[in-house]
Nanobody, 115 residues
Framework: QVQLVESGGGSVHPGGSMRLSCAASGTIPSITAMGWYRQSPGKQRELVAAITTGGATTVEDYVKGRFTVSRDNTKNTVYLQMNTLKPEDTDVYYC?????????WGQGTQVTVSS
């Protein structure tokens, strides 16, 4: 089994920073990429940023320059450093593990940016 445990979410004022972490554990035969998605109720889940095991990154334009995705392969952990947060960044953020043929998901962590 694969378990993804997210941490670092919470509430912050506009302009603040947060760092999300996601550690994968259990039986993990393969990891091609890990990343972060966001989803609001009734909406489709959408990519925020992802990183391959080799270090190639994909960062969506709406967070480019503010968010940075990184990983520690020895710990099967992916991070999302979020700077200069805006109210529109508010959402539930989900950790993703791409095994190459099957996706695994965390439970989601709430990020709220408000005055």
């Amino acid at each position: 089994q694969v378990q993804l445990v997210e941490s670092g979410g919470g509430s912050v004022h506009p302009g603040g920073s947060m760092r999300l972490s996601c550690a994968a554990s259990g039986t993990i035969p393969s990891i091609t990429a890990m990343g972060w998605y966001r989803q609001s109720p009734g909406k489709q889940r959408e990519l925020v940023a992802a990183i391959t095991t080799g270090g190639a990154t994909t960062v969506e334009d709406y967070v480019k320059g503010r968010f940075t995705v990184s990983r520690d392969n020895t710990k099967n952990t992916v991070y999302l450093q979020m700077n200069t947060l805006k109210p529109e960044d508010t959402d539930v953020y989900y950790c993703n593990l791409d095994s190459g043929y099957l996706d695994y998901w965390g439970q989601g962590t709430q990020v709220t940016v408000s005055s």
